[in-house]
């Protein structure tokens, strides 16, 4: 069993920026892929950012040139930095983890992200 701890959520203002992390009681050398998804009220989860064990990185449309996902394998969390953010970035973030050892996927409880003035 893994544990995906999702922390950096919060309140910002249209333009401003966030920085989620997610960390795993796994390493997370081994991965097959690990992802960001989000939820909006009322509407399906979607896949924002995913990252490859052999580091290729792929982005959802509505977010290319704004976030960037990244990983430390040292510390075993996965980064999500978010700027120039809109409105409709509102929604919960949820990250993602398929590892190789047992082709599992892992979920986090999610960390709400509000883009607000």
């Known amino acids: 069993q893994v544990q995906l701890v999702e922390s950096g959520g919060g309140l910002v203002q249209p333009g401003g920026s966030l920085r989620l992390s997610c960390a795993a009681s796994?390493?997370?050398?081994?991965?097959?892929?690990m992802g960001w998804y989000r939820q909006a009220p009322g509407k399906q989860r979607e896949l924002v950012a995913i990252?490859?064990?052999?580091?290729?990185?792929n982005y959802a449309d509505s977010v290319k040139d704004r976030f960037t996902i990244s990983r430390d394998n040292a510390k075993n969390t996965l980064y999500l930095q978010m700027n120039s953010l809109k409105p409709e970035d509102t929604a919960v973030y949820y990250c993602?983890?398929?590892?190789?050892?047992?082709?599992?996927?892992?979920w986090g409880q999610g960390t709400q992200v509000t883009v607000s003035s």
């Open positions: 990252l490859t064990s052999m580091s290729t990185t």
């Open positions: 993602n983890a398929l590892y190789k050892s047992d082709y599992t996927t892992y």
């Open positions: 796994r390493s997370i050398f081994s991965i097959v892929t």
